[in-house]
């Protein structure tokens, strides 16, 4: 059973950073595919950027050239690097193991204007 553990969510203002961190455990990790999903209040959960186990990267169209997804296979983790934060980047983020269809418990991002 695959485990997924964020962390690195926080409140900051509007043109600041932050790095949210997803550890796993349990799985074929490189190997797989792994995303981030964000949730907004009273919105459904969409996609924000995905990561192959050989890098390969997808963005959603709002975060491109502002978030960046990595992995590394050895500690199998993923980051999402943050940057520019706006306030409709507010919400939970979540990893996703896309073969596995887990997910983890989720991260608040709060961005103020």
């Known amino acids: 059973q695959v485990q997924l553990v964020e962390s690195g969510g926080g409140s900051v203002q509007a043109g600041e950073s932050l790095k949210l961190s997803c550890v796993t455990s349990?799985?074929?990790?490189?190997?797989?595919?792994l995303a981030w999903y964000r949730q907004k209040p009273g919105k459904e959960r969409e996609m924000v950027a995905t990561?192959?186990?050989?890098?390969?990267?997808t963005y959603a169209d709002s975060v491109k050239g502002r978030f960046t997804v990595t992995r590394d296979n050895v500690q199998n983790t993923i980051w999402l690097q943050m940057d520019d934060l706006k306030p409709d980047d507010s919400g939970v983020y979540y990893c996703?193991?896309?073969?596995?269809?887990?997910w983890g418990q989720g991260t608040q991002v709060t961005v103020s204007s």
């Open positions: 990561i192959g186990g050989w890098g390969g990267t």
């Open positions: 996703y193991w896309t073969g596995r269809d887990a």
């Open positions: 349990g799985g074929q990790f490189k190997i797989s595919t």
